[in-house]
């Protein structure tokens, strides 16, 4: 009986054929497991240290959205930050988020008079810089930008302590709704209404409102390093106080910012 065999050459063939389509698959697998895990390594980088951060590659390319832990778009194609955050000379991004969040939050339930401007006072910046700002959120544009205090038992360079309590001398974080002007011992003064109970409810009995101050100047800034300190107001320079306050009253959305904010029951419901 005569046995068949392949001959040689055709047997190498197909164990290089076996070989070559091991090679595909591998490949194919590699590609299918790179797509099934990339969107978890998307969401984990999102949630450690992207949550706050915008960023443009090309200035001529529309910008991505960036998420933060509560899944919210942050940064659409066109923003007030994407059109002035070169103007903003040091606003926390995060202060930025939570005061819009806030702002729309006011606006939805009915509670603003002004639907167009945030005032935002950041304390996570030292005294020595123009930490409050007011923004035009419908049309783009940092209206205002300067000095402003902080209680001085809050703090010296920085406000690192707050209450609500009277007497306290201290600053208030979160959300107030700007109220009606009026001559007190401080000159041209803006009253402030805070909503959040337990943090800044207590403010309009407090006192706590807008007014010039002599000590908030770059005089003061010169000569220690940062400026005078208020009972809890968030005081601004005599120059600038006329102004600001023509600008703010009367229902606009005032949010004092500070990174441990972020406990807020009010913003997170």
Known sequence: MIKLTKPPMLRYQSVAMIKKSKGIYLFLYSIL?????????VAKSASTG?????SRVDDSLPMEP????????????????????HQLNGLSQQAYYFAKKGFDKLLTEGKLLNDSLIAIVDFSQPSSRNRLYVLDVKNYRLLFNCLVA??????????TSFSNQSESYKSSPGFYITGATYEGKNGYSLKLNGIEAGINNNAYARGIVVHGADYVSQEWVKNQGFIGRSQGCPAVPLKANHQLIELIKNGVCFFVYHPTYVYSPWLLN
């Open 150 to 159: 902080h209680g001085k038992n809050s703090g010296k360079e920085k406000a």
């Open 50 to 54: 992207a949550k706050y951060i915008w």
């Open 66 to 85: 960036v998420k933060n832990a509560w899944g919210d778009s942050l940064i659409t194609s066109k923003t007030v930050l994407d059109s002035i955050h």
């Open 33 to 41: 497991i790179t797509v099934i895990h990339l969107p978890f390594a």
